[in-house]
């Protein structure tokens, strides 16, 4: 454990903090990539966009699986976060979890890259629409759904709030109610890119701050990276908390190979006193 310099490095610092799946691991949500993660195939938008056939089955498991998304609790390290913010710690988190843990748990400046579950898009006018409420369109068009669905049980929750169900073509999905084009949650998949507005958001954020901590990230993907490698670019020391290696260890200053939770704990015990003070 190199908690010692990771408390060294970001004391007095006010730190941007950049989290991934394995924030949320502790939360129950299974993440992908990590080491023990299970096998998976993630959606790409191009499946989406291309077969209604796939829209129905992702529509029925969505159905299924938005709702223990949105009964997900935030854990120690999202609370350490929030804490550490309110402290004048932390100034804020750009996340790629579509799960709102952060919000849920009282950080204020949160930047989802990825989206979130809580809110649909439609892919042809851009109206937008609670999920909730779309919930219980879908409720009404499938009457008792859920119900049997659960019955059935073997639910597996899925960062992109997916769930694993084998009853699904008699699911009837919704359209637009605009334009009657295809409505997607609002989240970035796989050959999506980030809305430029929101990619400027984040290095602002970067940019504003004496170093950046990335939490629970493997970094795989380039959304999420090109962030460490502009603090690096720019002499903005980056710290990396995560359990296994990642892309951008080369880049840090400290990496320490751990869980989320404990480690985040630690900080918000040690650095929170030092900036109020
Ligand atoms: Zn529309």
Same mark, same amino acid.
């Given at each position: 454990m !190199?908690?010692? !310099?990771?408390?060294a490095?970001?004391?007095?610092?006010?730190? +941007?903090?950049?989290?991934?799946?394995?924030?949320s691991?502790?939360?129950?949500i299974?993440?992908y990539r @990590?080491p023990?993660?299970?096998?998976a195939?993630?959606?790409t938008i191009?499946?989406?966009?291309?077969?209604r056939?796939?829209?129905?089955?992702y529509?029925?498991?969505?159905?299924?699986?938005?709702?223990?998304?949105a009964?997900?609790?935030?854990?120690?390290g999202?609370?350490?976060?929030a804490?550490?913010e309110?402290a004048?710690?932390?100034?804020?988190?750009i996340t790629q979890?579509?799960?709102?843990?952060?919000?849920? #748990?009282?950080s204020?400046?949160?930047?989802?890259?990825?989206?979130?579950? +809580?809110q649909?898009?439609?892919?042809?006018?851009g109206?937008?629409?609670s999920?909730?409420?779309?919930a219980?369109?879908?409720e009404?068009a499938?009457?008792?759904?859920?119900?049997? +669905?659960?019955?059935?049980?073997?639910i597996?929750?899925?960062?992109?709030?997916?769930?694993v169900v084998?009853?699904?073509?008699?699911?009837?999905?919704?359209d637009?109610p *605009?334009?009657?084009?295809m409505?997607k949650?609002?989240?970035?998949?796989?050959?999506?890119s980030?809305?430029?507005?929101?990619?400027?958001?984040a290095?602002?954020l970067v !940019?504003?701050?004496? #170093?950046?901590?990335v939490a629970?990230?493997?970094?795989?993907?380039?959304s999420?990276?090109?962030f460490?490698?502009?603090?690096?670019?720019?002499?903005?020391?980056v710290a990396?908390?995560?359990? @296994?290696a990642t892309r @951008?260890?080369?880049l840090?200053?400290?990496?320490v190979?751990?869980?989320?939770s404990p480690?985040? *704990?630690?900080?918000?015990? !040690?650095?929170s006193?030092?900036?109020?003070?």
């Amino acid at each position: 454990m !190199e908690g010692p !310099e990771l408390v060294a490095l970001l004391s007095g610092r006010r730190v +941007a903090v950049l989290t991934g799946a394995g924030i949320s691991t502790d939360s129950g949500i299974p993440d992908y990539r @990590g080491p023990d993660s299970p096998p998976a195939n993630p959606m790409t938008i191009r499946q989406f966009t291309s077969s209604r056939a796939y829209r129905q089955r992702y529509w029925a498991r969505n159905h299924l699986g938005w709702r223990h998304m949105a009964q997900t609790l935030p854990n120690a390290g999202h609370r350490a976060l929030a804490h550490l913010e309110r402290a004048g710690v932390v100034t804020g988190v750009i996340t790629q979890n579509v799960d709102l843990l952060h919000t849920k #748990a009282g950080s204020r400046n949160v930047i989802n890259l990825h989206g979130t579950y +809580a809110q649909v898009v439609c892919l042809g006018c851009g109206h937008t629409m609670s999920r909730a409420a779309l919930a219980d369109q879908l409720e009404a068009a499938n009457p008792g759904f859920a119900e049997r +669905a659960e019955r059935l049980g073997g639910i597996a929750v899925a960062p992109d709030a997916d769930a694993v169900v084998a009853e699904t073509e008699s699911f009837r999905f919704l359209d637009c109610p *605009a334009c009657d084009g295809m409505l997607k949650p609002d989240i970035v998949y796989f050959g999506e890119s980030v809305r430029k507005e929101i990619v400027a958001q984040a290095y602002s954020l970067v !940019e504003s701050s004496d #170093a950046l901590l990335v939490a629970g990230s493997s970094l795989t993907v380039f959304s999420g990276y090109r962030f460490v490698r502009h603090a690096a670019a720019l002499g903005i020391p980056v710290a990396i908390v995560n359990r @296994g290696a990642t892309r @951008g260890d080369d880049l840090a200053t400290v990496k320490v190979d751990s869980g989320c939770s404990p480690m985040l *704990a630690l900080l918000a015990d !040690e650095l929170s006193g030092l900036m109020s003070a």
